[in-house]
């Protein structure tokens, strides 16, 4: 019996962990799985991620080429396949063995969010085959990359049809390399949330990531649709929608000057009544290149006056909120402090600009995306080099280490430096461009690292000292 579409929806966590492997069985299995109660099903899918099958979804291997794939499209993917046994990818030079790729896989957006710079209009706005197999493939192919994140992207990325995502899903199968361990996530508004999107994000054990900046009467100023009308409710709906599948989200909240203003209560108090569980926060990331535009921007605020909201939210969250919501931001810096370590967060890891890469529609390499617009940022293309190469070899990222270490040096003092690593670099440049109350023997986190330590820590207990 030929594994049947159905069947393939099981989540591979489960075909894996309970060594279901037989097509017969996972017909039958299928049946069986659809009557388990939606919280068992949670579970059971926990449950099979502890048993360390990894999270990419083994079962879609299974599923025929010509149910996946156009004609056309089976010819590249033949010819792309085979081309990796012809040649022999680098090593990527990263201190680990984790990579990021954030998959730009459309610029196109249903919102005109008055701060981003990601959007665009009109043709080639959106990955076409060619550029999602070749980027799939050259990020899988790299010897001594054993663990992924791909970042899906846009733009907004539920303007696509789920068909494609669920081709992306497949390549990642076809490629994938023994105990390459994959994690998918798309980063979405959430306005155009459907019962199919939701199924298939529970389906393949996908989180999401929803952008979202606070209550009505704050994110309806900054986030429009592109009528220029508001957006919380359908937000709030593709939320509910998200829950109603069991499909792991959380909020990603951009701290602009209303948000800065209004404080942490209000927005706590927005979240939880809402239904939100988990939040983090990202500073408003203006164009490095545009001084003149940046100075006179009514959303941005510096990035000290980002850390003193951080502070406060840190107080209010630490006090009444913890039980509510995870900022896993907190939390990672709390675990730092204690055990004297590096944070798992990218903003504070140090050198970021090779195991963090965007990848965008026509196959153009970037660093991460808070780098977009920027000048002479760009890796290359992976239709002219392999994607390690590309990253070995940029003089961006050259140029951008040298003035990392030399940024280092001078915080060397900071009894923090071994944690915050210097900060984020991009923060770090834009600190130089703007001046913004800058210290040049500290990253700039250290207001908060101080909050942190001095609420949770005491000296019992491994509190940080010099």
């Not at 966590?13 to 939606?38: C, K, R, T, V």
């Not at 080429?65 to 010819?79: A, R």
């Not at 545009?290 to 980002?306: K, S």
Request: aromatic letters at 8%; charged letters at 25%.
């Amino acid at each position: 019996m030929t594994q049947t579409k159905e069947a393939s929806l099981i989540p591979a966590e489960i075909i894996s962990a309970l060594e279901i492997n037989d097509p017969d069985d996972q017909a039958e299995f299928h049946s069986i799985y659809q009557e388990i109660p939606e919280q068992d099903k949670k579970d059971l899918i926990k449950y099979a991620s502890l048993m360390g099958s990894g999270v990419a979804n083994t079962t879609l291997s299974n599923v025929p080429v010509s149910e996946i794939l156009s004609d056309s499209e089976q010819e590249k993917y033949s010819k792309e396949k085979n081309s990796l046994d012809t040649i022999t990818v680098e090593d990527l030079n990263i201190s680990g063995s984790h990579l990021v790729a954030v998959m730009k896989v459309t610029r196109l957006c249903n919102l005109r969010c008055s701060y981003c710079r990601s959007w665009r209009e009109g043709p080639n706005q959106t990955m076409k085959f060619e550029t999602m197999l070749k980027a799939v493939s050259q990020v899988l192919s790299i010897p001594n990359v054993s663990s992924i994140d791909f970042v899906w992207h846009g733009g907004e990325v539920t303007l696509l049809k789920t068909s494609i995502f669920r081709k992306l899903l497949w390549l990642q199968e076809k490629f994938r390399r023994p105990n390459q361990r994959i994690k998918n996530t798309i980063q979405t508004n959430a306005y155009l949330i459907s019962d199919e999107w939701a199924k298939l994000l529970s389906a393949y054990s996908v989180t999401v990531g929803v952008s979202i900046d606070g209550p009505p009467e704050i994110n309806d100023k900054y986030r429009k649709n592109k009528d220029g009308l508001k957006t919380s409710e359908n937000i709030e709906e593709g939320i509910k929608k998200l829950g109603s599948y069991n499909v792991e989200y959380g909020a990603l909240v951009v701290v602009e000057k209303e948000i800065f203003e209004a404080g942490p209560n209000r927005l706590f108090d927005y979240f939880d009544n809402i239904g939100l569980r988990k939040i983090n926060f990202l500073n408003v990331i203006p164009d490095i290149y545009a001084q003149e535009h940046v100075l006179n921007d009514q959303n941005y605020i510096p990035y000290h006056l980002y850390i003193e909201f951080l502070c406060d939210a840190f107080r209010v969250w630490k006090q009444k909120y913890r039980e509510k919501l995870l900022i896993s931001d907190f939390e990672d810096l709390m675990t730092a402090i204690k055990n004297k370590s590096k944070p798992k967060t990218c903003l504070w890891s140090g050198d970021c600009l090779k195991s963090i890469v965007t990848i965008e529609p026509e196959g153009t390499v970037n660093p991460c995306d808070k780098y977009i617009g920027g000048k002479d940022v760009s890796y290359g293309s992976i239709f002219e080099s392999s994607l390690s190469s590309l990253i070995n070899r940029s003089s961006f990222v050259d140029i951008e280490n040298k003035n990392y270490r030399n940024s280092i040096k001078n915080m060397h003092k900071c009894k923090w430096s071994g944690i915050c690593n210097g900060g984020c670099p991009h923060d770090r440049a834009l600190d130089v461009k703007f001046k913004n109350n800058m210290d040049l023997e500290c990253c700039g986190l250290s207001p908060l690292l101080e909050r942190i330590n001095n609420m949770v820590y005491s000296d019992s207990e491994g509190r940080h000292s010099e």
